[in-house]
């Protein structure tokens, strides 16, 4: 989150080595649901974009319990 003159802008984006991926911003509280919602959509959007296969990348995060679900 980066907040700004009284706002606030949340986004989820994934980056490699090679390529920037697909960027969600985020509107509202980000939950377990929601977590795995943008995992679903744009995560995997951008694999499938690229054409990156499981072997070739690393899944972090910073164990939130949110992004544990």
């Given at each position: ?23 969600c ?45």
């Amino acid at each position: 989150t980066k907040k700004f003159g009284g706002g606030s802008l949340m986004v989820w984006a994934c980056v490699t080595g090679e390529v920037v991926g697909w960027i969600c911003r985020i509107n509202g509280i980000m939950t377990g649901p929601r977590y795995v919602e943008i995992l679903d959509t744009h995560l995997c959007q951008t694999l499938n974009d690229y054409r990156m296969k499981p072997r070739h990348y690393f899944f972090q995060q910073d164990n939130d319990t949110k992004h544990c679900s």
